[in-house]
């Protein structure tokens, strides 16, 4: 299975809890990708991923070239092979 990794993808997530609560929760979780504090829920407004409230986040997943260009965007949470493949397809 292809992961992200494999596919020379940089993972991240975006949540607009504190930093803090972010170093916890990415130890507990033992993620391997960095956590960025969207406290104004700005990058969640940018990529269409507030829910009806403006207050809610729902769960998505985008990916960027490297160009700033999106190749791909899902509400949810897809399988990293998932997202890898499409965006092998993309390039």
Known sequence: MTTL???????????PAGVASHAAYAMKMRFDFPLIA?????????YGALKFDLLGI????????????VAYAVRGAPPPAEVAAALARAR
């Open 38 to 46: 969207d406290h104004g829920r700005a990058i969640a407004r940018l």
């Open 58 to 69: 729902q769960r998505s997943v985008v990916g960027i070239h490297r160009d700033g260009t």
């Open 5 to 15: 990794r494999d596919a020379n993808v940089q993972p991240f997530g975006v949540n």
